[in-house]
């Protein structure tokens, strides 16, 4: 399963560049872009998902009191809001097994609502490519 053909494939149609590896975790993580403009303001949208062996969807979970669970068609996601600590993110790490887990992480700049409709948007698109738990 390569992570570039399916982010390609979520996004086809909807302006993103082609899905390319990302320089912190080039073996794990693609990432698509798309601009655009709002009133005369350029703006951009970031999209990752990231496939990893050896972790589970609920590592790592920044702020738990702010993260939020949940099932989409049956499997276990946290969403974090904002997960470095900066508007305009949002994080959804999905359950692949018992040791690996799906990531998709969207980055507006500055809308974390939009950044989260979006990361829920792809996540639920991914799910169903994802092997079943």
């Given at each position: ?75 276990p996601f946290i969403e974090q809001r904002d997960p470095l600590g900066v ?47």
């Amino acid at each position: 399963m390569n992570q570039c053909t399916l982010l390609d494939q979520i996004l086809a149609g909807q302006g993103y560049s082609a899905a390319h590896p990302t320089v912190a975790d080039p073996k794990r993580s693609c990432r698509a872009d798309k601009s655009f403009s709002d009133g005369g303001t350029r703006l951009g949208l970031d999209v990752v998902i990231s496939l990893q062996d050896g972790q589970k969807y609920t590592d790592d979970i920044a702020n738990p009191q702010q993260a939020r669970s949940g099932k989409i068609t049956g499997r276990p996601f946290i969403e974090q809001r904002d997960p470095l600590g900066v508007p305009g993110g949002c994080q959804i790490g999905m359950a692949v097994g018992s040791n690996a887990r799906a990531l998709v992480i969207v980055s507006t700049g500055t809308d974390s609502d939009a950044a989260c409709k979006t990361t829920e948007e792809v996540a639920s698109s991914l799910e169903p490519k994802l092997p079943k738990n």
